[in-house]
């Protein structure tokens, strides 16, 4: 079995198909210049992700540096600030956010809060003068994900949002496997992401801070990879939700599956759970072969297998390091990210019609 | 890696379920003894299916003899005739399989003609005083399955449906592995089984004899494994079927995709399509662990493995000698078969549900 990165740099390389219509270039392309300045981020929320993957990222971007943070734990603040040697001019509250305008040291503020607050702390990031990388889901409601796009616009700054698979050398390989062709046309896609989620007080379980469950945390990552896999927006919905455990499910959905069909005529099927193991892959029907990756949205020892028996198993990157340096790029380069705003704000609008179909049993139209 | 016979056995040993509860007994547990005398097959329909599964299968058979056939193909019964040495006069066509009632070499017609003529040759077959084997779909509408099991019942024959999974030692294992929560409890069921159609002149294609596409022919697969792997009925399907290629797909769908709740809280995603590869696998996830097959619906290799890192890779049968063994035995011993047409007739209901929910855009209750 042989990897097939060759042929995806060929693809790169030769692909008539305009940027526009393939936005997932290589993450890689042009990270060997050196950076006149790095750009400093602030991260917004100093839980688990930040703490075990983005902040240790940080350290190995080649364009952003830890600059600073925002939390509500003053004990938080001091640890963080004695193992980065983040100054106490860089630190900041929920509350005083809005004086980082005075402060230079900060470029970007990464917002890794609670879904249910992203646009209140991007919206003060914006209005602070800052760019802003939000984590998915983007918000809880389209009206809140719009007003985040119409904040940073009105500030003249950029918004991205965390979707690290846009920067995964093995998912851009299958988007190209897809669009190029190369077992036929797409008739089938399959995509679930799902685990069994602990500490039943967290705020993943709350609607209010989340939005939603198991779809909103996880699921998005399918949503995403059958909207990024295809290239097109699907233009029906429907789902099902389902709850055994109405105790630690009393405000958000356990399981979820849902559908979606897209203008080509491909169908996904998508699932996502807070109380299940093994569901983190995707497989793609072809009418000339098939593709999966198992797993498919880990942050490391993504790999897949081929029809025809080759593998897929490209270089093994840092994806938050590449979805950090792609951002620092674009407002160094003053180019627009392949993950704004806009990305965000679609992935919500459907998980909102997903939601709607669950509650309603209709099929609900996205066109 | 470690099959996992032993455990199965264990299981059906010492289980306190009522077989009424887990209806898959070993295929296997009852075939030593030696038989007064053979039940005579008649094969009604000589296509595919028979010629290269089914009668090679009789041969392997420990109960069962291929004493004769039907066929509208005089070119075919003389072929089938000088192979398999069956004399003239067990030899009919589909205007004359009444005069079976006064031979008694047959015994059962195993009615493997095209879905929509199901019902015809069933009941042709129970009023000659036949029992019945049919292939799966049962039919093309609920009615004529309903016919079929008034038929058989009113002339006292035995109606079975070829579900050969039933008999198939993998997927019993696996209905094992859910019913026995060896994973705790499943909670989502991803099932599929699809391939890419030849001949677009095949009856398969054609409405009125295939009853529907991909979902009639090889997606009750994936339904009825939802159904054995749970052991429950679904309460709700929703669904949706696509065309992209309108010529070969103008009677019956290309592809489609359905979910379906069970009463437990279980969801399955299912899928089929006529124009697709890969896809002839299912996966459970449970909130203990999970296990998948593929292929879980071949003729032969089936097998998967479990988180636990064992393989599931028990002996490979013959899944039609068994299922015709048991037929056999079933009407030698004056017991129930495990596959009834009742069971058949359930598939049916629930694909109709499926077809109404993807033609409404409605979910469709089964309750």
Same mark, same amino acid.
């Given at each position: 079995?042989k990897?097939?990165?060759?042929s995806?740099r060929?693809?790169?390389?030769?692909?008539s198909?305009?940027a526009?219509?393939?936005p997932?270039? =290589?993450?890689? +392309?042009?990270?060997a210049?050196?950076?006149?300045?790095?750009?400093?981020?602030?991260l917004?929320g100093l839980?688990?992700?930040?703490?075990?993957q983005?902040a240790p990222?940080?350290?190995?971007t080649?364009?952003?540096? %830890?600059a600073?943070i925002v939390?509500?734990?003053?004990?938080?603040? #001091?640890?963080? !600030? #004695?193992?980065?040697?983040?100054?106490?001019k860089?630190?900041?509250?929920? *509350?005083n956010?809005?004086q980082?305008a /005075?402060?230079?040291d900060? /470029?970007?503020v990464?917002?890794?809060?609670p879904?249910g607050?992203?646009?209140?702390?991007?919206?003060?990031s914006? $209005?602070?003068? !800052?760019?802003v990388?939000?984590?998915?889901p983007?918000?809880?409601?389209?009206?809140?994900?719009q007003?985040?796009?119409? @904040?940073?616009?009105?500030a003249?700054k950029? %918004?991205?949002?965390g979707? $690290?698979?846009?920067?995964?050398p093995?998912?851009l @390989?299958c988007?190209?496997?897809?669009?190029?062709k190369v077992f036929? +046309?797409a008739?089938?896609i399959?995509?679930? &992401?799902?685990?069994r989620?602990? *500490?039943?007080t967290?705020? $993943? %379980?709350?609607?209010?801070?989340?939005?939603g469950?198991?779809?909103?945390?996880?699921?998005?990552y399918?949503l995403?990879?059958?909207?990024y896999?295809t290239?097109?927006?699907?233009?029906?919905v +429907?789902a099902?939700t389902?709850?055994?455990?109405?105790? !630690? &499910? =009393?405000q958000?959905?356990e399981s979820?599956?849902w559908?979606s069909k &897209?203008p080509?005529?491909i169908?996904?099927r998508?699932?996502s759970?807070?109380n299940a193991?093994?569901?983190a892959?995707?497989?793609v029907?072809? *009418?000339?072969g098939? &593709?999966k990756?198992?797993?498919?949205?880990?942050y490391?020892?993504?790999?897949g297998?081929r029809?025809d028996?080759?593998?897929?198993?490209?270089s093994?990157?840092?994806?938050? #390091?590449a979805?950090?340096? /792609?951002f620092?790029?674009c407002?160094?380069e003053? $180019?627009?990210t392949?993950?704004p705003?806009?990305e965000?704000?679609?992935?919500v609008?459907i998980?909102m019609a997903i939601?709607?179909?669950a509650?309603?049993?209709?099929t609900? +139209?996205?066109?």
């Amino acid at each position: 079995m042989k990897a097939t990165n060759q042929s995806r740099r060929d693809f790169i390389k030769t692909t008539s198909l305009a940027a526009a219509s393939l936005p997932f270039m =290589s993450a890689l +392309s042009s990270c060997a210049q050196t950076p006149d300045r790095k750009i400093g981020f602030a991260l917004a929320g100093l839980g688990n992700l930040s703490t075990n993957q983005i902040a240790p990222a940080l350290q190995k971007t080649k364009f952003c540096r %830890l600059a600073g943070i925002v939390t509500g734990h003053p004990q938080k603040a #001091a640890a963080w !600030k #004695a193992q980065y040697n983040i100054p106490d001019k860089n630190i900041y509250n929920y *509350d005083n956010m809005e004086q980082m305008a /005075d402060n230079s040291d900060i /470029d970007v503020v990464y917002v890794v809060t609670p879904n249910g607050l992203h646009a209140e702390h991007t919206i003060k990031s914006a $209005r602070a003068g !800052k760019h802003v990388l939000s984590e998915k889901p983007m918000e809880v409601s389209v009206e809140k994900c719009q007003q985040m796009i119409d @904040e940073c616009k009105k500030a003249g700054k950029q %918004l991205a949002i965390g979707y $690290r698979m846009h920067f995964e050398p093995n998912s851009l @390989e299958c988007i190209r496997l897809v669009r190029e062709k190369v077992f036929g +046309s797409a008739k089938i896609i399959d995509a679930a &992401f799902g685990f069994r989620i602990g *500490d039943p007080t967290q705020w $993943r %379980l709350k609607k209010d801070l989340a939005g939603g469950g198991c779809l909103m945390d996880v699921g998005i990552y399918a949503l995403n990879a059958s909207r990024y896999l295809t290239g097109e927006e699907p233009v029906e919905v +429907s789902a099902f939700t389902t709850v055994t455990d109405p105790v !630690k &499910f =009393s405000q958000v959905e356990e399981s979820i599956s849902w559908q979606s069909k &897209f203008p080509g005529g491909i169908i996904a099927r998508c699932g996502s759970s807070y109380n299940a193991q093994g569901m983190a892959d995707f497989k793609v029907s072809a *009418d000339g072969g098939w &593709f999966k990756m198992d797993p498919a949205f880990s942050y490391h020892g993504n790999h897949g297998v081929r029809s025809d028996g080759q593998e897929i198993n490209l270089s093994d990157i840092d994806q938050f #390091a590449a979805e950090m340096d /792609d951002f620092a790029q674009c407002i160094l380069e003053n $180019r627009p990210t392949r993950v704004p705003g806009e990305e965000g704000l679609r992935d919500v609008k459907i998980m909102m019609a997903i939601y709607e179909s669950a509650r309603t049993g209709k099929t609900v +139209s996205l066109a």
